[in-house]
């Protein structure tokens, strides 16, 4: 009986030092599932911020659309004054100088009529090419911009892919921690049986001792000092 408890105690041991492996492999994987929610945290933190530029840089794609259509608002109106200004530059061309002179009161009216016009028209074509260089300006930021939002895009992507992976990761170990939870429990039924075992045979082990005990009679035992336990040794001989 004492074999068999010493048996049952070192397989219990053995449950023990299993069930402490389980244990730090639970805890293990419930950091790794700690870990993988704070990383999921992040994810949804960048994904969301990346959904705000994206935004951001749409509106600045449609701002930049709208100051486009405005400067081509404009370009056509300094075209139609530039054509009216060269079909008056026509009209006079085909008058003599006689008569574009007797419209005005002075010589120095003329003169001043005529100084006037091609100041305008200058004026006109330096207004022209500056609309044409805002215009280009706008059309690059726009297209800097249409290529930022595409980045995004991308960006948004791989992080939505992340997020995809980090979810099925931590599914599996969610899977693992269940698995391992139910081999401890397990394992601890089966320590709680092997326990129970001893314990059966240790009361066993005290009830025949008890028993062994109850029916030895020691009146039957020889009184002390009559040299029962001498024998064979000859008289006097005294033992210790």
């Avoid at 100088?97 to 120095?108: A, G």
């Amino acid at each position: 009986k004492n074999a068999e408890i010493k048996r049952l105690e070192d397989e219990a041991a053995a449950y023990r030092s299993t069930l402490e492996g389980i244990g730090k492999a639970a805890n293990t994987l419930q950091s790794q599932i700690q870990l993988i929610d704070r990383a999921l945290t992040g994810l949804e933190a960048d994904i969301r911020l990346t959904n705000a530029k994206i935004s951001r840089t749409n509106l600045e794609i449609r701002e930049l659309g709208d100051g486009i259509r405005e400067q081509e608002l404009s370009i056509g109106r300094e075209r139609e004054h530039l054509n009216a200004l060269v079909r008056a530059l026509a009209e006079s061309d085909r008058e003599t100088p006689l008569e574009i002179l007797l419209k005005h009161e002075t010589v120095s009216a003329f003169f001043a009529s005529m100084d006037n016009l091609l100041g305008l028209q200058q004026d006109i074509h330096s207004a022209l090419a500056e609309l044409r260089r805002i215009r280009q300006d706008l059309t690059e930021r726009k297209g800097n911009a249409e290529s930022k939002r595409l980045e995004l895009a991308a960006l948004l992507g791989d992080l939505a892919d992340k997020k995809a992976l980090q979810i099925e990761e931590r599914r599996q170990r969610n899977t693992l921690l269940r698995e391992t939870k139910n081999q401890e429990r397990r394992y601890q039924e089966l320590l709680t049986e092997i326990e129970r075992k001893r314990d059966a045979l240790q009361q066993e082990i005290n009830a025949l001792e008890s028993g062994l005990t109850a029916t030895f009679d020691r009146s039957k035992l020889p009184a002390p000092g009559t040299g029962i336990l001498g024998w064979p040794l000859p008289e006097p001989i005294f033992i210790t």
